[in-house]
Every structure is written in structure tokens, then in C-alpha cells.
């Protein structure tokens, strides 16, 4: 277990996700539910659909016409010229404009396990969609909301970004090397089963310095066939993930976990399936941390439980 850094650019956060699916228009109708808006080069006849959050950025959500299968996600890099280095290696593509609303410049790799990978810079960021905050909380100690009454919309929850991705990979220490000489990352929690020197995998933050960063931006889990074990996408907070709940059990969505708090990251999470079986969640309230936090070593149980609600579906 080691944060030694050989980098080739530093990723800052997840930019969007790449999916396709045999229906466009029932994939539109669950983004609407999960909380996010469909957009401009969106249409039922079309061959791709794009969805947004309320976070600012020009789209979060890629959906092509085909087979269910996850395709791929991207990563905003903090400068252009990490696109130039990395268009360099192998395999990778040349720079190219993004295919999706909003402008801005991609290079495509595609990792160890055949997934393709976007580094992306210049995506413009527009927070004219945000949206006041809740009324303040009343705790026993702490009394901030006074004479205003809590008056909650129902609907969905308003998603703001992508917070994390989760991968399924065959070879943990392959892909964990692939993914942090070219993004930067940085372990927070590596996980073992069984003995400490057996690690099936991690929680891996983005390294921006003194700047608080999410526990993890992605978690790859080893011994698997490639794929997606699921996407996070963060709303503002415990109200807004239960609205979330509320309106996509009474839209008659599939639930998957939740709600519960997480141990690992802290989060309170709710997940989801979309209409083609993908795990989607909802969370909120992560852990925050910066560069000079030290790599973790935690085992496989803790991942699985949680500190309240139930465990992961076919755990006791």
C-alpha cells in the first residue's frame, strides 16, 4: 500500500459517465426521476442522450442507443496540458473536441480492462441552476432556525455532480497503477480480505493539494469481470436523498440499498436501479480530505457494513 507518486496529470473530479441502453426514452423518463434534466442533442428518435445535474456543468450523463453496457466515464484534469502528455501514450487518442454539449477537449484511453477512460479539460462550468439552501438545522446544543418553518417540495432530488465511480476490474494492482500515473490519485482506504497482504482493492481520492477533496472519486474492486458496480451522484444533503427515495419508490423504480450511512467515506447513501439493471446512489455528507492524509488499510467487513440502516444486499 503507497501514495509514491509517478504522474503523468492530476484528475479533479468525475466529469460524466458513458452508458448505452436499447431505450433512450425510458432512460430519459429515470434520469427525470433520479434528478437530473435531459438537454440540448437529447431526443427519443435520436442515437444519444444527455442529461445534466444542478451542479453547473454542461452534462454529467451519457446515454447511446445499443445494448445495456457500461462504455465509459470521464475526469476533468486540472490543466490543457496534461491532454497533450497523455494524447502521447499509447493507444491514446489525439485531442478532440467533447462529443456533448457545452464545448470543451478530450483525450480518450482505455484502461487495462477495456474501458474507456476521458481525460477532459475546458468544460465550461455555469452555476446558474443552483438553489437556495435548507433552512438551517435545530439540534439539542445548537437552535439556528428560528421562527421559520421546515416546508419540504416533494419531487426528486436535485443531483448536483458526479461524485464517484466504482469499477470492477480484473487485476487490482494493475489498474490501480494504471489509474494513478495518469489521474494522480491518492489511496485513502485500501481494502484486504483475509490477510492484510491480500488487497482486492480501493478507495482512491483525487490529490489537489491543500484543497479538501472527497474521500474517493473512485474505487476499483479486483477478481471481477469488467465493469461498473455502480455510479454516485451527490445531492445537498439528508432531506434531499430521502425526497429522492420517496419519489422514485412511488414512481416504481427498483430499490437496491438503502438508506444507510457508510462507515468507509461516512456518506448516507440511497441506491437505485435504472431500468437496465445499473446501480445509481444517491449520498451526501462525505468525508473530506486533503493530500497529506496517509493511505488506510481497512478489511473487506467494514466496506460491506454500516454504522445505520441495513447491510449491502446478500451480506448477514
Known sequence: MSNTRDVLGYATEVAYVRFSVPDLALQRDFLSDFGMTTIDGSSDDGTKLFARGRGGR?????????????IGLGFQMSSREELDLLSGLEGASEVRPIEGPGGGEYVRLIDPNGIEVDAVFGQPFDPIELIDPRPPMNTTEHKGRLKEPVRLKAGPACVRRVGHCVLEVRDFRISESWYKHRFGFLTSDEIYAGEETNAIGAFMRCDLGDTPTDHHTLFLIGGREPGVNHVAFEVDDWDTVMLGHDHLKNNGHEAHWGVGKHILGSQVFDYWKDPFGNVVEHYTDGDLFTSEIPANLEPVDKL?????????????
Open 58 to 70: 454542461a452534462f454529467l450523463y451519457q446515454a447511446e442507443l445499443g445494448a445495456p453496457k457500461f
Open 304 to 316: 460491506l457494513a454500516v454504522q445505520w440502516g441495513h447491510n449491502m444486499p446478500g451480506q448477514s
